[in-house]
């Protein structure tokens, strides 16, 4: 965790504040790839993910941009209002579960503040000469961040503002895709599974907001053994793990409590996890080795994790 100063905040649509943060040493700041995201540590019990829309070459800065939403957790509203320039806040991170994979070309797909992980995404994908395109939706032109910085890419970024064209068209975007193309996609919910169902099989990389809606699964007791110490928790139906291994007084990493941020994702030594995130290609979940304490489950009686 490092300790950043709020260097600039710059609103870049109406309800959607960009912020820029430095280390106060002028110090580098940690590498990262298209798709990473930070945790800022606002207060106890207060962290939130959001994703970083700079530059990835520069090192001197990191930009967040963070929608206003009045009828959230407390995150954003503590950004706009408490967060002012020149105040320091400490940050977790980088992070990514949404990595810009090479292709010759690219479908992007964003909805709302969904853009901000796609930045960083046009300038690779430009940088290495793919073919790509963007579609980009919102509530209305003015609510869209970043038209601006889009404009210079030409005709390859489509903007749909729903007051004027309705809901995003993904059938022209998805259909007939030539192989080896690859679709990234990161908005609200209802786009992501619109995405989902029109995209070829192994071509999408999607990142969400909230918790994707999981079937239902085994909610009973079972046991968790802490490989490092050899001690045995036993997780009782409505605990998470993650609540039962912080009950043991075991210190973990952890921060939406949703299964979307990937922040408490822990190695499986034994045992069949029951998913639940909405972090985990199907690949991963397959594999079973790793899980999220956050939310996932045990399919047995039985689970052994390397904390």
């Known amino acids: 965790m490092i300790e950043l100063v709020v260097q600039q905040r710059q609103f870049v649509a109406p309800d959607v504040l960009g912020l820029t943060l430095r280390h106060p040493l002028g110090e580098p700041l940690p590498d990262w790839e298209p798709g990473a995201h930070v945790d800022l540590v606002l207060g106890p019990d207060l962290e939130r993910q959001y994703s970083l829309c700079s530059d990835p070459a520069d090192r001197t800065a990191w930009r967040i941009a963070v929608l206003r939403e009045p009828e959230g957790r407390g995150g ?158 036993t997780v009782p139906p409505g605990v998470s793990v993650l609540d039962s291994v912080r009950a043991a007084g075991v210190e973990v990493l952890y921060s939406c409590t949703e299964g979307t941020c990937g922040t408490c994702e822990t190695d499986v030594v034994e045992g069949v996890p029951d998913h639940r995130d909405s972090v985990l290609t199907d690949a991963e979940r397959e594999a079973g080795e790793t899980m999220l304490i956050c939310v996932s489950r045990c399919r047995g009686k039985r689970l052994v994790l390397d904390l």
């Not at 992070?95 to 969904?114: C, Q, S």
């Open 76 to 233: 954003s509203t503590f950004v706009h209002e408490e967060l002012g320039q020149g105040d320091k806040v400490r940050v977790r991170g980088p992070r990514n579960h949404f990595a810009l994979h090479p292709a010759p070309r690219y479908r992007f797909i964003a909805g709302g503040i969904g853009i901000t992980p796609i930045l960083p995404m046009l300038a690779a994908a430009e940088a290495a000469g793919a073919e790509w395109s963007l579609l980009y939706g919102g509530r209305s032109r003015a609510s869209m961040a970043f038209t601006g910085e889009l404009r210079g890419y030409g005709d390859r970024v489509t903007l749909a503002p729903q007051d004027e064209t309705g809901l995003l068209d993904l059938a022209p975007v998805l259909e007939d895709l030539p192989d080896g193309t690859l679709v990234y996609c990161c908005g609200p919910g209802p786009l992501l599974d619109a995405v989902e169902a029109l995209s070829p099989a192994g071509s999408l990389h999607i990142e969400r907001f909230q918790p994707k809606e999981q079937p239902a699964g085994t909610d009973g007791e079972f046991e968790v053994v802490l490989a490092r110490s050899g001690r045995t928790l």
